[in-house]
């Protein structure tokens, strides 16, 4: 198939190839425009095919458009897989004479467990050294952005956003923390409400010098 | 055995189109049959007309035998969704994917599976000479709507003036289970527990207010990640009487 060879590396290799993986190939983008409704038609019907082996009426007044609805809704939650950081970060590089740490946190973050297919959501916080070269504050938004609305695991996610700051920005150093909570623990199976799940990716300074991770965590994580 | 014709009846309502409606957990075919085979059920077409009042004595709609029966095509369905997003089924963290989100999402809508009155009610009502306020609240509800079969997570609160008869706390939280545990509209959920109770104890006033976030505003469309919506209903004397009404949604606020 044609996105195998992209897919199947998806959370292997080495940190730099991995934002590379998980997503279709850009070439594959143009083609993909008519076949995208076929697409939505196959997963409406897999929609209806469901709500009747659920035991539900797909005829009743609040159902009718239910596979539809559901339909475009998951493909709203999985955008990602159509975005690159290419294409949101390009003209927003400045280069800036700046060399202390940059933070954005508190960024809410979306995505699907892939192993359940049911929502987890949280906040990312993202630090990183510029090494001359500054990203749009955004930018660093738009990347969670395009890495959460994916059928992820909370530690490829991590390390996706990460390496994309990492190969667009070349700084000294990258720090992502996301802390989220998976209602696939929450709504079933152990049933923990206020369990939350905390994954982090330090790269470069980050991960070398303590210093730098500890005033990171403290300007981060304190609330 | 009661088990083998509930599995009958469903299998075979599933494949009469029209011949019955399955609407948020009642089965008009079903209990119809059951009944002694009487003629088409008058809501057949359209199970939304059917007054909610009665739709806490409906029997179960599915069972755990239908539930495995029908594993194999929610998974086929599941592993077409996966496809059809653009992913490969095969690699590694997606190969037992749709087993895993059809078990889920049957678990989601367990409630289609639980009987209230046999399963949940009938040995947990006590006479009690108690005539004043009894609130649970603070009651965790998971749910998923029916719009867009994403989750809409909350809290539930509930009181009722006894009327000689008291109900086990814990099964005011059982019936939130069964009524959240459904595709379901927070309006109707709201008025579905309240109906519950009421016909299970009569008692002399029943509120029950729920507050949630709904995940297809959050996550998706419009986006407001801190927009709550809080729906009541309020019966007997708590509609009739404001003071008690008052009271209620005091005591639940502090």
Not at chain 1, 13 to 36: A, P
Request: proline share 3%.
């Amino acid at each position: 198939m044609e996105y195998q060879h992209d897919v199947e590396i998806n959370g292997e290799g080495k940190y730099l190839n991995i934002c590379k993986h998980n997503g279709l190939c850009k070439k594959e983008k143009d083609s993909k425009d008519d076949t995208d409704s076929n697409k939505l038609s196959h997963i409406e019907k897999a929609y209806t095919t469901i709500l009747g082996e659920l035991g539900e009426d797909v005829d009743r007044e609040g159902l009718l458009r239910t596979p539809l609805r559901a339909a475009k809704a998951m493909q709203f939650f999985t955008k990602g897989y159509k975005e690159t950081t290419q294409d949101i970060l390009n003209d927003a590089i400045f280069d800036e004479n700046h060399d202390e740490m940059v933070i954005v946190k508190d960024i809410d973050l979306f995505s699907l467990c892939e192993h359940h297919l049911v929502p987890f959501f949280g906040k990312a916080h993202i630090a990183y050294l510029p090494n001359k070269k500054v990203v749009g504050l955004s930018k660093l938004a738009r990347i969670v952005e395009i890495y959460s609305r994916r059928l992820q695991v909370q530690e490829r996610l991590t390390k996706q956003i990460a390496s994309a700051i990492s190969e667009a920005l070349e700084p000294a150093g990258v720090a992502v923390v996301i802390e989220a909570a998976h209602m696939c623990m929450v709504m079933r199976g152990v049933q923990k409400i206020n369990a939350s799940t905390v994954t982090s990716v330090m790269l470069g300074t980050f991960q070398d010098n303590p210093t730098t991770r500890k005033e990171f965590l403290e300007l981060t994580l304190r609330k | 055995m009661e088990h083998s014709k509930q599995t009958q009846f469903s299998s075979s309502d599933k494949k009469d189109a029209g011949a019955s409606s399955v609407v948020n957990g009642h089965c008009d075919g079903m209990l119809k049959r059951a009944a002694g085979g009487s003629s088409q059920p008058p809501a057949a077409e359209s199970g939304s007309q059917r007054p909610v009042m009665e739709s806490w004595r409906e029997d179960r709609t599915r069972s755990v035998e239908d539930n495995e029966m029908s594993l194999p095509s929610l998974a086929a369905a599941y592993t077409t969704i996966l496809r059809g997003l653009g992913e490969d089924p095969q690699r590694q963290g997606l190969l037992k994917t749709p087993w895993r989100a059809a078990t889920a999402m049957q678990f989601f809508t367990k409630g289609y599976q639980e009987k209230i009155i046999a399963d949940v009610l009938n040995d947990a009502i006590f006479d009690e000479d108690h005539d004043e306020m009894v609130i649970v609240k603070d009651i965790d509800m998971f749910s998923m709507c029916e719009h867009h079969l994403v989750p809409i997570f909350g809290r539930v609160h509930i009181g009722y003036l006894p009327n000689k008869r008291v109900l086990g706390l814990s099964k005011l939280a059982r019936i939130v289970e069964i009524y959240s545990r459904r595709l379901q509209v927070q309006e109707r959920l709201t008025k579905q527990i309240a109906v519950a109770i009421t016909e299970a104890l009569q008692p002399t006033g029943v509120g029950v207010v729920i507050e949630a976030t709904h995940m297809c505003m959050v996550m998706r469309g419009v986006q407001k990640m801190n927009s709550k919506t809080v729906t009541s209903t309020m019966l007997g004397v708590f509609r009739e009487d404001p003071k008690t009404r008052d009271e209620f949604l005091t005591l639940i606020r502090s």
